[in-house]
């Protein structure tokens, strides 16, 4: 895990600071995830407009009528994912980017997944402007079957109707999915662990509301 590039100071640490401690203070344990987030310019994936609530736990419009997720349920949701710095990882909704920027700075290589088009050149940009994020693959596209192979992590940004089963038969063994589904008002973050020996094990991380998974 290189996270030399993020470390560039930009004026904003003490505010990020005290975003971490808001983060600490609502039950998200320290950690690699949150060590990251300390560091990543998140006034720096939204619009001007917004620049000056960039630091509070709030979801803020990104355009498209698509939002960035609070702090702390992009915090729970990766760190649900278990990284240690080596992981293949699947991101379904680049969006702005941010998330992209924190699984890359804690994982192997990252996927990421967008399907509207002006939001995958933006986030490209922004990462790149940052100078980091070698190790992802930006995709513009709807349907993560065009990719193939398997992942240790697979993280999904948007909130789904119902379970995609075929995103378990991604995963490898000891593979990690986290995905909001929908409980008919908003959404439960649920977590899928694929044991060795394939059988799966749900659990409940969190919930939010999220903008919607659209699938083909
Ligand atoms: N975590 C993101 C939030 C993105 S919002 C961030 O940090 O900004 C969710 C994103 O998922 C939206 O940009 C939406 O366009 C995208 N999306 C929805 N369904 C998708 C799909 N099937 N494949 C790829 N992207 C999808």
Redesign the pocket.
């Known amino acids: 895990m290189d996270t030399t590039c993020l470390r560039k100071p930009d004026g904003m640490q003490l505010i990020r600071h005290n975003m971490i401690n808001g983060l600490f203070k609502k039950g998200i344990p320290s950690g690699a995830v949150l060590d990251v987030m300390s560091a990543v310019p998140r006034h720096l994936?939204v619009s001007d407009a917004f620049r000056y609530r960039a630091y509070d736990d709030i979801?803020l419009p990104?355009g498209?009528g698509?939002?960035?997720?609070k702090p702390s349920v992009?915090a729970r949701m990766v760190q649900a994912l278990s990284l240690t710095g080596v992981e293949r990882v699947m991101?379904?909704?680049?969006?702005?980017?941010?998330?992209?920027a924190?699984l890359s700075a804690v994982s192997g290589t990252v996927v990421s997944?967008?399907?509207?088009e002006s939001?995958y050149h933006r986030?490209r940009t922004v990462l790149s402007g940052m100078g980091f994020c070698s190790n992802v693959t930006f995709?513009h596209?709807?349907?993560?079957r065009d990719i193939d192979g398997l992942f240790d992590a697979i993280i999904?940004?948007?909130g789904a109707d119902i379970l995609p089963v075929e995103l378990l038969s991604r995963l490898g063994p000891n593979g990690r999915l986290v995905i909001p589904v929908s409980d008919g008002e908003g959404h439960r973050i649920k977590k899928y662990l694929k044991r060795q020996d394939g059988t799966v094990m749900e659990e409940e991380i969190g919930e939010a509301v999220?903008?919607?998974?659209?699938?083909?």
Do not use: C, H, K, M
Not at 113 to 116: K, L, P, T, V, Y
């Open positions: 994936f979801s990104i498209f698509q939002t960035i997720s992009i991101e379904i909704g680049t969006g702005s980017g941010y998330q992209t924190i997944f967008e399907r509207i939001l986030a995709i596209s709807g349907d993560f999904v940004a948007a999220f903008v919607p998974l659209v699938l083909n």
